[in-house]
């Protein structure tokens, strides 16, 4: 079971962090992917992190805005999110697939929690 929290509302220019908690299963075999749908949009995958959390990967509409960590000891993975723009206003949620690599693919992914919202205005 995977639970996404954090979101609310940020200005422009600001930040955000989200958590993604896990329960249940060995999290530290699992890769972790964060997406995000905006109204009338496609859920997309914006970044994703193995689940030994060595490597983190990001689309380039995100790239140096925000970072994906994640501590397995605490079964989470975050989201931390600067540079807020309008456009990143959505609905953010986490997935986890047992694997070692992660994807942005969404239907690779096994497990989904339930989205958190983030709304970007001033």
């Known amino acids: 079971q995977l639970q996404a929290s954090g979101g609310g509302l940020a200005q422009p220019g600001g930040s955000l962090r989200l958590s993604c908690a896990a329960s249940?299963?060995?999290?530290?075999?699992?890769?972790i992917g964060w997406f995000r749908q905006a109204p009338g949009k496609e859920r997309e995958g914006i970044s994703c992190?193995?689940?030994?959390?060595?490597?983190?990967n990001y689309v380039d509409s995100v790239k140096g805005r925000f970072a994906i960590s994640r501590d397995n000891r605490k079964k989470s993975v975050y989201l931390q999110m600067n540079s807020l723009k309008p456009e990143d206003t959505a609905i953010y949620y986490c997935?986890?697939?047992?694997?070692?690599?992660?994807?942005?693919?969404?239907?690779?992914?096994?497990?989904w929690g339930q989205g958190t919202q983030v709304t970007v205005s001033s």
């Open positions: 997935a986890a697939r047992r694997f070692h690599s992660c994807s942005f693919d969404r239907d690779w992914y096994e497990y």
């Open positions: 249940g299963y060995n999290f530290d075999w699992y890769a």
């Open positions: 992190i193995p689940n030994s959390g060595t490597r983190r």
